[in-house]
């Protein structure tokens, strides 16, 4: 498409802390790819990788850390994260100092189930008002810097408190600025037809001029040229009569505004949405129906972003890529011999769902031909029933060998465990714990999460709904502006945490980390190179100064007959 110089807006978007620094910014990148064409300036900033707001992320858990029992620290960041986030929102809007340290100790002991003192508490407040006071000084710089006329932040759960501060600042000070928010945020906690929804609208009402709902580039496009109604507050596909984006060539993420050393992965993208129903996900009425890429497209974009950096002159090793696909069923066999039949070593990692498609080792091989280096298999549960309750359509025969297969082939296996589904028992949850034993060898990596209840958007929410009761005290909603869920079905919210802080000792016992730190994914990869003898390199090989890698191309033979018969799935 040829540029147009018609319009003049600057535009800047922007992401907020706190959201792990995985990937660049995808999204952002592709609207400003999209927009350009148009004749807009954008330019894109990330936050999430700058040094300043990292350390107060540091300082916050360590704090943290000191008042919480070891014991009960089982995934301690990641729940953490709910203390954080909701932290963040009571600083912005509380007025009575009392009641705002009385809160704080009740998140934590929402989440730890730990009462801690109140020198705790003080030190915890004195890092989030030191992180505000910087985060508003930067970013007003950056604004005045810019000048942009529209500022559009991507919003998570986890980003929506610094969303909601800087655009209020941005409002007060330069109130001629258009603001938009749009991004993951409505896909769970505050999902269209939620009472989160509802207050976001209303307490965002003198500085969020919009918000856009689902996929953004056609959306936004026909905001900024006036062609959705100005009276209007929010967008979905539904105001343009559920127009998508022609995948047919797209133009790939423009990454040119971002320091990708930052990050280790770069993006791949082969499809959007799920083909699939679990109970207690949300991607499908979120992202709409599920559409496939043309596979040599999808690789052609990832080859153009690897030669990008290389031509750039960036010594940044970007063999590494992350399928920001839903799931990769649907694709994975097509696209491994597209990248075998261009002979490109490029390495990539994604989600997976359990099928019988991973129960032939010889799939598991091609794929690992291909450079399939990481998987993640939401496993979710060792019990057949509590399989059964997710809707997940897979049973235990299937879940044993396709963690095998991957294995073998020398896949890093990445297992995502929910605990604390309704209806889990002790005796479902020790199956759990059993299936992760006896697979521990085969296992590279096991995470477990609290299964969580948002109030709307998830599978069988509605299922639920009547079960569902506030997590904090009703009085806290003029602090925290929105409200947590839980729900009163067996096993309840404080159970499901023990169990979890028992999974995690488990898988240390077992010697089975859930790596995050350099030191924790060295040690790891040690131990998947010694277990496996296929195994792929590890990650320290992918960092820079590094040359290219391509040991993926070798043949590789899987030993025997390993296809098991596919009248054990049968389920």
Same mark, same amino acid.
């Given at each position: 498409?040829?540029?147009?110089?018609?319009n003049?807006?600057?535009?800047?978007?922007?992401?907020?802390?706190?959201?792990?620094?995985?990937?660049?910014?995808?999204?952002?990148?592709?609207?400003?790819?999209?927009l350009?064409p148009?004749?807009?300036?954008?330019?894109?900033?990330?936050?999430?990788?700058?040094?300043?707001?990292?350390?107060?992320?540091?300082?916050?858990?360590?704090?943290?850390?000191?008042?919480? $029992?070891?014991?009960?620290?089982?995934?301690?960041?990641?729940?953490?994260h709910?203390?954080?986030?909701?932290?963040?929102?009571?600083?912005?809007?509380?007025?009575?100092?009392?009641?705002?340290?009385?809160?704080?100790?009740?998140?934590i002991?929402?989440?730890?189930?730990?009462?801690?003192?109140?020198?705790?508490?003080?030190?915890?407040?004195e890092?989030?008002?030191?992180?505000?006071?910087?985060?508003?000084?930067?970013?007003?710089?950056?604004?005045?810097?810019?000048?942009?006329?529209?500022?559009?932040?991507?919003?998570?759960?986890?980003?929506?408190?610094?969303?909601?501060?800087?655009?209020?600042?941005?409002?007060?000070?330069?109130?001629?600025?258009?603001?938009?928010?749009g991004?993951?945020?409505?896909?769970?906690?505050?999902?269209?037809?939620? $009472?989160?929804?509802?207050?976001?609208?209303?307490?965002?009402r003198?500085?969020?001029?919009?918000?856009?709902?689902?996929?953004?580039e056609?959306?936004?496009?026909?905001y900024?040229?006036?062609?959705?109604?100005?009276?209007?507050?929010?967008?979905?596909?539904?105001?343009? %009569?559920?127009?998508?984006? %022609?995948?047919?060539?797209?133009?790939?993420?423009?990454?040119?505004?971002?320091?990708?050393?930052?990050?280790p992965?770069?993006?791949?993208?082969?499809?959007f949405?799920?083909?699939?129903?679990?109970?207690?996900?949300?991607?499908?009425?979120?992202?709409?129906k599920?559409? /496939?890429?043309?596979?040599?497209?999808?690789?052609?974009?990832?080859?153009?972003?690897?030669?990008a950096?290389?031509?750039?002159?960036?010594?940044?090793?970007?063999?590494?890529?992350?399928?920001?696909?839903?799931l990769?069923? $649907?694709?994975?066999?097509?696209?491994?011999?597209?990248?075998?039949?261009?002979?490109?070593?490029?390495?990539?990692?994604?989600?997976?769902?359990?099928d019988?498609?991973?129960?032939?080792?010889?799939n598991?091989?091609?794929?690992?031909?291909?450079?399939?280096?990481?998987?993640?298999?939401?496993?979710?549960?060792?019990?057949?029933k509590?399989?059964?309750?997710?809707?997940?359509?897979?049973?235990?025969?299937?879940? /044993?060998?396709a963690?095998?297969?991957f294995?073998?082939a020398?896949?890093?296996?990445?297992?995502?465990?929910?605990?604390?589904? $309704?209806?889990?028992?002790e005796e479902?949850?020790?199956?759990?714990?059993?299936?992760?034993?006896?697979?521990?060898?085969?296992?590279?990596?096991?995470?477990? %999460?609290?299964?969580?209840?948002?109030?709307?958007?998830?599978?069988?929410?509605?299922?639920?709904?009547?079960?569902?009761?506030?997590?904090?005290?009703?009085?806290?909603?003029?602090?925290?502006?929105?409200?947590?869920?839980?729900?009163?079905?067996?096993?309840?919210?404080?159970?499901?945490?023990?169990?979890?802080?028992?999974?995690?000792?488990?898988?240390?016992?077992?010697?089975?980390?859930?790596?995050?730190t350099?030191?924790?994914?060295?040690?790891?990869?040690?131990?998947?190179?010694?277990?496996?003898?296929?195994?792929?390199?590890?990650?320290?090989?992918?960092s820079?100064?590094?040359?290219?890698?391509?040991?993926?191309?070798?043949?590789?033979?899987?030993?025997?007959?390993?296809?098991?018969?596919?009248?054990?799935?049968?389920?």
């Amino acid at each position: 498409m040829t540029t147009t110089t018609a319009n003049k807006e600057k535009i800047l978007l922007v992401l907020l802390p706190y959201w792990a620094p995985i990937l660049p910014p995808v999204g952002l990148a592709r609207l400003k790819s999209f927009l350009q064409p148009h004749g807009y300036e954008v330019k894109i900033v990330d936050f999430i990788v700058k040094n300043e707001g990292l350390e107060y992320y540091y300082n916050y858990f360590d704090v943290l850390k000191r008042c919480i $029992p070891e014991q009960k620290r089982g995934n301690f960041k990641n729940i953490g994260h709910d203390v954080l986030r909701n932290h963040m929102m009571a600083h912005l809007h509380y007025k009575d100092e009392k009641e705002y340290c009385q809160l704080v100790k009740i998140l934590i002991s929402k989440t730890y189930y730990e009462i801690i003192d109140d020198s705790y508490v003080k030190e915890l407040n004195e890092v989030i008002a030191n992180y505000f006071r910087i985060l508003g000084k930067y970013f007003l710089f950056l604004v005045e810097f810019e000048e942009p006329d529209v500022l559009g932040a991507t919003v998570y759960r986890d980003t929506l408190a610094a969303a909601m501060f800087v655009l209020k600042l941005t409002r007060e000070k330069y109130p001629h600025i258009k603001t938009v928010i749009g991004g993951g945020l409505f896909a769970d906690s505050h999902m269209v037809g939620s $009472p989160n929804f509802d207050a976001l609208l209303e307490v965002t009402r003198d500085y969020i001029d919009k918000i856009i709902i689902g996929e953004g580039e056609l959306l936004f496009l026909k905001y900024l040229k006036g062609e959705l109604p100005e009276n209007q507050r929010y967008f979905t596909s539904a105001d343009i %009569n559920g127009e998508v984006l %022609n995948l047919k060539n797209a133009a790939p993420p423009d990454f040119s505004d971002l320091n990708i050393q930052k990050y280790p992965y770069l993006p791949g993208t082969a499809s959007f949405s799920c083909k699939y129903k679990c109970s207690f996900c949300n991607e499908v009425q979120f992202r709409g129906k599920y559409r /496939k890429r043309d596979i040599k497209e999808t690789v052609d974009e990832m080859v153009y972003l690897y030669n990008a950096v290389e031509l750039n002159n960036v010594d940044s090793g970007h063999q590494l890529f992350f399928m920001t696909d839903s799931l990769l069923n $649907p694709v994975i066999t097509d696209l491994a011999h597209e990248l075998i039949r261009k002979k490109m070593s490029l390495y990539y990692d994604g989600y997976y769902k359990v099928d019988n498609a991973a129960t032939d080792v010889n799939n598991t091989f091609l794929w690992r031909k291909s450079g399939l280096y990481r998987v993640r298999l939401g496993v979710e549960s060792g019990s057949q029933k509590v399989l059964d309750l997710m809707h997940k359509g897979i049973n235990i025969n299937q879940i /044993k060998m396709a963690i095998k297969n991957f294995a073998l082939a020398g896949i890093k296996t990445t297992t995502y465990w929910v605990i604390g589904h $309704p209806g889990e028992t002790e005796e479902d949850f020790q199956m759990t714990l059993d299936i992760i034993e006896e697979l521990k060898n085969f296992i590279y990596q096991a995470e477990c %999460n609290p299964f969580l209840y948002h109030y709307c958007g998830q599978n069988s929410s509605d299922e639920w709904k009547d079960k569902r009761m506030l997590l904090y005290p009703e009085n806290a909603k003029k602090i925290l502006i929105f409200d947590s869920w839980t729900l009163d079905i067996e096993p309840l919210r404080e159970i499901a945490y023990e169990r979890m802080y028992r999974f995690v000792e488990h898988c240390k016992k077992l010697n089975l980390l859930n790596p995050y730190t350099s030191k924790e994914i060295f040690d790891s990869d040690r131990r998947w190179q010694k277990l496996q003898k296929f195994a792929v390199p590890s990650l320290d090989k992918f960092s820079p100064p590094v040359n290219l890698i391509s040991e993926n191309l070798k043949e590789r033979r899987p030993a025997g007959k390993c296809k098991v018969d596919d009248r054990a799935f049968n389920i």
